[in-house]
């Protein structure tokens, strides 16, 4: 089974902290993203990328940057956390531009003070 | 450019009932179609996809949903729910191949069952 790890389950920063989000994945997928998840707004795409060192905006970006230094590993940086920040972080991994389903970690509840 | 409507944002249902979560998208190209699941606190997990073939496709857990290229729809349906069904339930649709192959997402269909 494919199975993509995200890092931490709860996490509880201070306003201004550097945060990082980690995420890895098993099974050799070219693609990976970053969502955030709100409540009555669905899921909204921060960054993906589609190969190592390669990354791409998504809709949300601002406040936010990535790191695919490995193509297991995709790193999610909040560069100084904010309290619009708290929110659910998923991370998700596709195998190629050949898109047939994604495959998500568990999530990553974050909580800016 | 696409994008994908959830109609409605909560549906809530007695236990054994029939329910139907509507989805529709609009594309100016031909799509893949996905219904993904998220149990509480956990993430995505892919429930049925459609990519080519019979319009009608078939979960293991009794779900269906049914591609209707006219009316630009993939509607989730199951004849008889479980309190385990209770969960929130994502639509994505995406280009089959070349150009932007990044899922489009519903804002989600939160399914309640009451027992």
């Known amino acids: 089974d494919v199975k993509v790890t995200q890092s931490s389950r709860y996490l509880v920063k201070r306003t201004g902290e550097k945060v990082f989000l980690e995420c890895v994945q098993d099974m050799d997928h070219e693609n990976m993203f970053w969502y955030r998840q709100d409540p009555g707004l669905g899921l909204r795409l921060i960054y993906f990328?589609?190969?190592?060192?390669?990354?791409e905006k998504g809709d949300i970006p601002e406040g936010y940057s990535v790191s695919r230094e490995k193509k297991e590993r995709f790193s999610l940086i909040l560069e100084s956390a904010s309290t619009n920040q708290t929110s659910m972080y998923l991370c998700?991994?596709?195998?190629?531009?050949?898109?047939?389903?994604?495959?998500f970690g568990q999530g990553t509840r974050l909580t800016v003070v | 450019a696409q994008s994908v409507t959830q109609l409605d944002s909560q549906v809530p249902v007695f236990e054994e009932a029939p329910v139907e979560l509507r989805c529709n998208y609009s594309?100016?190209?031909?799509?893949?179609l996905f219904w993904y699941v998220q149990y509480p606190n956990q993430g995505l997990q892919l429930l049925l996809k459609y990519l080519s073939g019979s319009t009608l496709v078939e979960s293991i857990n009794g779900f269906e949903a049914e591609f209707n290229k006219s009316q630009t729809s993939f509607h989730l349906r199951k004849p008889s729910v479980h309190i385990s069904d209770t969960a929130e339930y994502f639509c994505?649709?995406?280009?089959?191949?070349?150009?932007?192959?990044?899922?489009?997402f519903g804002r989600g269909t939160s399914l309640i069952v009451h027992p």
């Open positions: 994505a649709v995406t280009p089959p191949s070349g150009g932007s192959y990044i899922p489009t």
């Open positions: 990328s589609y190969d190592v060192k390669m990354k």
């Open positions: 998700a991994s596709s195998l190629s531009i050949f898109y047939t389903e994604a495959f």
């Open positions: 594309s100016s190209v031909s799509v893949y």
